[in-house]
């Protein structure tokens, strides 16, 4: 009877034997033998020591020839192992097998006349060391589960050996295997190995078992052109992935190509979370059996039809059979889980992708702030330089300057590589990084997108270049009703004015990071009073009370009145629409005192959504709008002064002409009195020639 893997049960317990006085004498009845037969004996006797310690000594050098341990066996009379002898008839039974197993055997017992023995059982015993055997030439079956075995020896010239079960052990390394070539089952679970080695040669194995040990990389499997069953349940692999991947020297490897009559794996309780772990199976047409639960990746919903997906090969999965039906679901549900993960890996591409471009835009806004701030550094100190030290004009280097102004260039330029701006458009926020993100503002939106468009951020950009573009963002986005304003230089109060040219406003956020403002204690109170017509509702997140408007009020409702007041009318009317203006011209006539219109214009243009004139007094002027002015004002004066001297000119010689003519007119008037007389003195002549000039001028 060949013994199965599992624990056997146990035969009849045999009596124990008589001790005579020729030594000690040991009955034990192998599970075969019927109840009939008689037992076979172990005998160790002292008086035959001299054939066991030459038996012994011949054993040890079979088994341990060429080895260089440092065992130190001693004399060979202080050593004795059992001798195992069977009784002619239970030989006869039993010919080619022995089942020694649960004997409570610390050794292997000298097996003396059996080198017929094709299988040899040593199950749940306590050996430490696989001895005494090397003489079963004719061994194919040998059975070692369950002793305390440290090291695989002493099976070197066993070259019939099949079967090697040592599962259950104490074994740390795979070695001495060199000579068993035609091994085709060969069990090592249960044992502490660490490393898959030294089985190469083994182009016969069918069966590797290496369950339960402490493997972390699959590895060293070329050469086992017959495996068709591998057993790795329970180790701490992580990943078999391909030999390519594998040269680069980053995964554990399992070679499927090495390992063609591959069927059966079984890969249960490791340490596999995803499907890129074990794609290279999917290579393997062989594969037809695959066991992967109790790893991480079995708990993913997406487990079962991306391994039906990719390896159509497959008949059971888990030990379950697969169905056609299951097929077809787990293909559908594979591709749809494919294109979430393509959608998925293009968000993180975008999402790096705008990672990487907002550090640019910041790195550039950074360059550009020290530039600015470098360059109002240098002006002021030109203006605090007096023109001459002792006599001499100051002189300032330009390299210093121009060799800031280089680096600070070729850093721009390094940047320039990556976008310079964002535009980006998530939920109902429109988020604008960057200078050229205003650029935008000028495409054709759909009206659907423009539509849901509530909050507008800006980040990295100008106050002054934002204020230009403001009445296409009301244009644009009628439904926006909140500002973000992030690293946009705000820095004084008289900016928020500009805000004013909104369509309608419901919440402001303004980010302490780029807006030193919101340093200013009474910021948010200005905010309240200028864009009062408003109606804000939030700002930076917090609600406004009606006690934060009446402060506001009070803290600068003189500030608008006193710039009104100021303000000649002509200034006044300019900053006006048409319907404004006609109001205002009502107002200054005085036909508009009619109860409540004078005394409640505050809170009547406010619940019309309309600016009080006061508050539109206070209004905002650009860097660059204020020196267009400038520039305006300069060509219109200009012009005036170029207009009044030629005017001047001209009345100058009026004048002069008209000074002359005072003093030439009598003599003139004489001549002219005279020329008169003379010429109607003599009546028929005159009269004559006045007849010839009118026949003169009808011809």
Known sequence: MVPSKGRPGRGPRAAPAAVNNCGLQLVIQTSSIPEKAKPFEFRINKEQSSFHNRLLQHD????????????????????????????????????????????????????????????LNFQHNFITRIQNISNLHHLVFLDLYDNQIEEISGVSTLRSLRVLLLGKNRIKKISNLENLKNLDVLDLHGNQIAKIENI???????????????????????????????????????????????????????????????????????????????????????????????????????????????????????????????????????????ERKRESHRQTLLKEKKRLTIGNIARQWEIQQNRTALEASLNKDKENEPCQINGSAAYVFPEESRSLDTILSSAVQGLSVLESHLVEVEGDTLGLYGAGALECLDRNWSVQTAGIIATVSFMFIEFDEIVQVLAKLKTKFPNCVHLKFKETNLVALQQFNALAEMHRMEQLTVDPQGNPVVNLTLWKYYVLFRLNHFNLQ????????????????????????????????????????????????????????????????????????????????????????????????????????????????????????????????????????????????????????????????KE
């Open 60 to 119: 040890l050098e079979r088994n341990y020839s060429g080895r260089q341990d440092n065992t130190n066996f001693g004399s060979s009379s202080s050593i004795t192992f059992p001798v195992l002898q069977r009784t002619a008839e239970e030989k006869i039974l039993n010919s080619d097998r022995l089942t020694l197993e649960r004997q409570k055997l610390t050794v292997c017992p000298i097996i003396d006349g059996e080198d017929h023995l094709r299988l």
């Open 200 to 338: 190469s040669h083994l182009s016969e194995l069918r069966v590797l078992n290496l369950a339960r040990n402490l493997l972390t990389v699959v590895e060293n499997l070329n050469g086992l052109d017959s495996l068709t069953e591998l057993n790795l349940r329970h180790n701490q692999v992580s990943a078999i992935v391909c030999v390519l991947w594998f040269q680069v020297g980053v995964w554990p490897l399992l070679d499927v190509d090495t390992l063609p009559c591959l069927q059966r794996l079984f890969l249960s309780f490791n340490n596999i979370s995803s499907f890129e772990d074990i794609l290279c199976l999917a290579d393997s047409s062989s594969l037809s059996d695959i066991t992967l639960d109790g790893n991480p990746i079995a708990q993913e919903t997406w487990y079962k039809h991306t391994v039906l997906h990719h390896m159509m090969q497959l008949r059971q999965l888990d030990m379950k059979r697969i169905t056609e039906e299951e097929r077809r679901m787990a293909s559908i549900a594979a591709r749809k889980e494919e």
């Open 538 to 697: 939030k700002i930076n997140g917090v609600k406004v009370t009606e006690n934060d408007i009446l402060k506001a009020e009070r803290l600068f409702g003189i500030l608008a009145y006193v710039a009104s007041s100021e303000l000649p009318h002509y200034r006044m009317l300019s900053l006006f629409g048409e319907s404004r203006r006609k109001q205002f011209h009502y107002l200054l006539e005085g036909k508009g005192k009619k109860s409540g219109v004078g005394s409640e214009e505050s809170s009547d243009t406010r619940r019309s959504g309309g600016e009080s004139t006061a508050r539109a007094t206070l209004n905002y002027m650009t860097k660059d709008f204020h020196m267009e002015k400038l520039e305006e004002i300069k060509e219109r004066k200009t012009f005036c002064q170029t207009y009044i001297e030629s005017l001047v000119e001209e009345a100058a010689d009026i004048n002069m002409k008209n000074e002359s003519l005072q003093k030439l007119w009598p003599q003139m008037f004489i001549e002219l009195v005279r020329d008169a007389v003379i010429e109607i003195r003599n009546k028929n002549s005159y009269m004559k020639l006045c007849l010839q000039r009118i026949m003169d001028q």
